[in-house]
């Protein structure tokens, strides 16, 4: 089945650790996300990349860091500088952005608890 | 910048209609999309509207008007599995890497 998948589902950390947050798809999708998501809010993007070993940053960068050198993985890491991590992450995928109607395909989500 | 605008939250019965309006501001505008998202779930795609008018997809549909900044979704014969937040997302022309601004999402409560 193709789709995108995150883990864990569950994460609990103490403050001042730093946390990566596994996210893997196998749509062949060029482009990825991250986003950010805080109880009863919309999505904020934090980091997006269109391609292989390049990404650029969102509107929240601040905090985290990315890497993408395989196509199909896009790990999220949340730093201990970022001051209020706890939130539910969301990764998500899409085709060449080039293309105009071109949906984001979602993965289930990591909600991510800092003690 | 973008601003984009959906009321909080809307209560309906079950069999109702219910409308959920969108306003947004942005230069470029390059698209809007409609998701829906259950409680500690992921987004799923619902609608996308480029050109002015309706979409209609079975009991949902989603209405634009570009000159005004404004769309709705229209979800008609309301089930209980509807109870879901709903999330309207902008793009912009030449938006690097597809990217979309997603307005602060509608909680909608369905009563029986």
């Known amino acids: 089945d193709g789709g995108i998948t995150q883990s864990p589902k569950y994460l609990f950390r103490k403050e001042g650790q730093n946390v990566t947050l596994s996210c893997e798809q196998n749509?062949?999708?060029?482009?990825m996300y991250w986003y950010r998501q805080d109880p009863g809010q919309g999505l904020r993007l934090i980091y997006y990349s269109q391609i292989v070993n390049d990404f650029q940053k969102g509107d929240i960068a601040e905090g985290y860091s990315v890497s993408r050198e395989k196509k199909e993985s896009f790990p999220l890491t949340v730093t201990s500088a970022q001051k209020n991590p706890t939130a539910f992450y969301l990764c998500?995928?899409?085709?060449?952005?080039?293309?105009?109607?071109?949906?984001?395909?979602f993965g289930p989500g990591t909600r991510l608890t800092v003690l | 910048g973008q601003n984009i605008d959906q009321p909080t939250e809307m209560t309906a019965t079950e069999g109702a209609i219910v409308q959920i309006n969108c306003t947004y501001q942005t230069s470029g505008f390059n698209g809007l999309f409609w998701y829906q998202q259950h409680a500690g779930e992921a987004p799923t795609f619902l609608s996308y509207?480029?050109?002015?008018g309706l979409e209609e997809k079975g009991r949902f549909s989603s209405f634009l008007s570009r000159s005004k900044g404004y769309s709705y979704l229209l979800l008609k014969e309301l089930q209980m599995k509807d109870s879901a937040s709903y999330l309207c997302a902008v793009r912009q022309i030449k938006a690097a890497g597809n990217k979309l601004t997603f307005g602060g999402g509608t909680r909608v409560l369905v009563k029986p």
């Open positions: 998500a995928s899409s085709m060449n952005s080039v293309i105009p109607y071109n949906e984001q395909f």
């Open positions: 509207n480029v050109l002015d």
């Open positions: 749509l062949n999708h060029d482009a």
